[in-house]
């Protein structure tokens, strides 16, 4: 028998449909919480008369403790547990990722997510009313869900090199809104009979996909004997020190290589390449910059992500189940912003440039939503995919195309042992602000959503100013080829 092994081609591709799997996942379990809230604290007085006939006629469907008045800033109490959690837990995820086989390493995360997960719903099915179990179980959440993001960009960027990386990152990052929105949709299909399942279901679904991923992933193509992608060509000069631009050719997995081989060597068994430090990995020139930049970023969107059903509940005055489904229609648009910034990124070379558009864009849009987008239900849909596209369109580009350029920074010289670390820098600081955003909803919403709005909008400008530096670097990169063409 002399069958031939499988080419590259069909190991990226079980790469890319794995990783997309696994982060998919993820978020699907992420997402359940937002639509439970409503539920937890829903409008008794609309259910009819109280059949227990106590005093307590306006929270007695209420899930205790959530049946207080200050209902929301418990809300934002669970959510911080998780997030403020997840922010820590993300520096250290790094560099274990670095240090520890990627694929036990992603697995094991994707099991103690689901198990979670699913201790969250069991509190329904055990009639649990304390807050702190509730608490505990998102702190613990958030501590192993860092596991998976860095260890999927750094196995996608092991197998894919930059020329078109903005293009197939913005597609494969899909995974993200394509969670939220299988978790919105399973959520709401438990949410008014039994909201535990919410929970239980997705639980085992990322449990599930977590013990594929362990048999079936590869994490460098040397261990199938595949020649690594070409992350930067070593023979060109490059004006751009921040290596945020993008002339390179088509992505592929080239045998031209004496030089690719010789700088693209992630996995050697003498383990020649140190993995970079943490102080090392903040020393590459952009990654401070997109790192604040996400701060800001990640919390619009992820504040979104917590409260808009609720905040459809209260302004549209729709159910629990129709708030969440419409919600999902800001992730649809989450899917075609990434899409599109990664496109305009790799046919411009300004990954900066194409984050800060999108921002600037996004202020009036936010202001526009809060004002004018529940005067009609389709008013509201278009106001929800445009406002998606336009919030998660950088979130995803920063996360995916730009964090795996710098993690193979040209000054890194071939030592592609930076991945994980420069991953989990940028997206740890994102998360710091995915959970500032939700803690500022929850203390700023009972003041009116107007307010939370302005907040958004304000966190919105911020991001972009601080990319001010990265986009003046792309602009005269871009203006140095026309003068010369000029004669200048």
Not at 66 to 95: H, P, Q, R, T, W
Not at 252 to 267: I, T
Not at 365 to 379: A, E, K, P, S, W
Not at 458 to 463: F, P
């Amino acid at each position: 028998l002399t069958s031939s092994p499988p080419s590259s081609h069909s190991y990226r591709g079980l790469t890319l449909v794995l990783t997309f799997l696994s982060y998919t996942s993820y978020h699907l379990s992420r997402k359940p919480i937002s639509i439970v809230k409503s539920q937890l604290h829903p409008n008794c007085s609309a259910l009819g008369p109280n059949p227990h006939n106590d005093s307590n006629s306006t929270t007695w469907c209420s899930w205790a403790p959530f049946d207080k008045d200050n209902y929301k800033e418990l809300f934002g109490a669970l959510d911080n547990a998780f997030l403020v959690a997840y922010a820590i837990g993300m520096f250290i995820s790094g560099i274990f990722g670095e240090r520890l086989p990627l694929r036990y390493y992603l697995s094991g995360g994707m099991v103690l997510s689901g198990l979670f997960t699913s201790l969250f719903g069991l509190g329904y099915f055990w009639n649990i009313h304390v807050l702190w179990y509730f608490i505990i179980v998102q702190v613990c959440n958030g501590l192993v869900q860092t596991t998976g993001w860095p260890a999927v960009v750094a196995c996608v960027g092991n197998w894919f090199g930059k020329g078109k990386r903005g293009l197939i990152m913005g597609i494969w990052n899909s995974h993200t809104s394509v969670g939220n929105i299988l978790g919105s949709l399973i959520a709401g299909a438990w949410v008014s009979s039994a909201w535990g399942f919410s929970f239980v279901v997705p639980g085992i679904i990322i449990t599930a996909v977590g013990i594929i991923c362990f048999f079936f992933l590869v994490e460098y193509p040397e261990d199938v004997d595949c020649s690594p992608p070409l992350h930067h060509v070593m023979t060109t000069s490059e004006k751009d020190p921040e290596a945020v631009t993008s002339n390179e050719g088509p992505l592929s997995l080239s045998d031209q290589s004496s030089v690719d081989q010789h700088s693209n060597s992630p996995k050697e068994p003498a383990e020649q390449p140190e993995a970079i430090s943490f102080l090392g990995a903040l020393r590459i020139p952009g990654v401070v910059e997109f790192s604040l930049c996400l701060l800001f970023a990640k919390l619009v969107s992820y504040t979104f992500l917590y409260w808009l059903p609720l905040y459809i509940v209260n302004v549209a005055h729709f159910g629990a189940k129709e708030a969440g489904d419409l919600s999902t229609l800001f992730d649809v648009g989450g899917i075609l912003g990434g899409i599109f910034a990664g496109l305009i990124s790799d046919y411009t070379g300004g990954r900066a440039t194409t984050c800060c558009v999108m921002l600037v864009v996004a202020a009036p849009m936010l202001f526009l939503y809060n004002h004018v987008g529940q005067n009609g239900i389709g008013t509201s849909i278009a106001m929800l995919i445009i406002c998606g596209a336009l919030v998660n369109g950088p979130y995803a580009l920063i996360t995916t195309a730009v964090s795996a350029d710098l993690g193979t920074h040209e000054s890194l010289k071939g030592n592609a042992k930076a991945l994980s670390t420069v991953t989990a820098i940028i997206d740890g600081t994102g998360s710091v602000g995915a959970a500032l955003g939700p803690l500022l909803a929850g203390l700023i919403s009972p003041t009116g959503w107007n307010n939370v709005f302005y907040m958004l909008i304000a966190a919105d400008v911020l991001a972009c100013l601080l990319l001010a530096r990265v986009v003046v670097k792309e602009a005269r990169g871009w203006c140095g080829p026309m003068a010369r063409q000029r004669g200048y």
